[in-house]
């Protein structure tokens, strides 16, 4: 089946600096999604990127689907952005399962 | 923005006994899945819960040990049978909204310890 990889597993980063994650998949996507998942367990979407550049606020996500990796940028980090970040792949648009990477987990101190 | 709710967010059961997770969400939705997260893991699918019909199990997962109902559109139950300490996990539904077949949504989880 579809392999997820995301990389680093884990991320420490002082309050204001940048970072990126990274996600290599095994196969051709026509789904692909990156979650924070906070301390409290609640799973938040940020973004659906099949491919392309989307942004939203500090956050911005890139996937390259020929090459079969997807990056998510974090900038300027707080606190709040600290938890568990996944991506997640489907062979077929939204109807059909994801499936999960293990997750870069990030702290962020102040 | 839509809601999906699940009962109970948390609970502590004894080994041999079944819980059973709500998942309800306030409007229609094309798609149902339940979910496991298991301590320090990343979230495996249990089942596709199919309105009407039998849940769609993956690998690994059988209806005797967690059999999922579907009765509508906006509800869904899946039931932990027979449990043991290894099923103490996070378990999530998740759905995709009627209209909108590209994102998928996850419920807060409800959290099982089983002693």
């Known amino acids: 089946g579809i392999q997820v990889e995301q990389s680093p597993p884990d991320l420490i980063l002082q309050e204001g600096a940048n970072s990126t994650l990274r996600c290599n998949f095994s196969?051709?996507?026509?789904?692909l999604q990156w979650f924070h998942q906070n301390p409290w367990g609640q799973l938040i979407n940020l973004f659906y990127?099949?491919?392309g550049t989307k942004q939203n606020g500090r956050l911005s996500a890139t996937t390259v689907a020929t090459e079969r990796y997807s990056l998510l940028y974090i900038s300027s980090s707080q606190t709040t952005d600290s938890g568990v970040y996944f991506c997640?792949?489907?062979?077929?648009?939204?109807?059909?399962?994801?499936?999960f990477g293990k997750g870069t987990t990030l702290s962020v101190s102040s | 923005s839509a809601v999906i709710s699940q009962k109970p967010s948390r609970d502590i059961c004894q080994r041999g006994t079944s819980l059973t997770i709500q998942c309800q969400v306030d409007?229609?939705?094309?798609?149902m899945f339940w979910y496991r997260q298991q301590p320090g893991q990343s979230l495996t699918l249990i089942a596709t819960?199919?309105?009407?019909?039998?849940?769609?199990?993956e690998s690994g997962f059988v209806i005797d040990k967690f059999p999922i109902s579907r009765p509508n559109l906006t509800f869904s139950t899946l039931t932990v049978s027979n449990m043991s300490p290894e099923d103490s996990s996070i378990y999530l539904c998740?759905?995709?909204?009627?209209?909108?077949?590209?994102?998928?949504?996850f419920g807060p989880g409800t959290r099982l310890t089983v002693l």
């Open positions: 998740s759905v995709v909204w009627r209209g909108r077949t590209d994102t998928q949504y």
């Open positions: 196969d051709s996507v026509n789904n």
């Open positions: 990127i099949p491919s």
């Open positions: 997640a792949v489907a062979f077929n648009q939204a109807g059909t399962a994801l499936i």
């Open positions: 409007s229609q939705v094309t798609m």
């Open positions: 819960a199919n309105q009407g019909s039998e849940a769609t199990y």
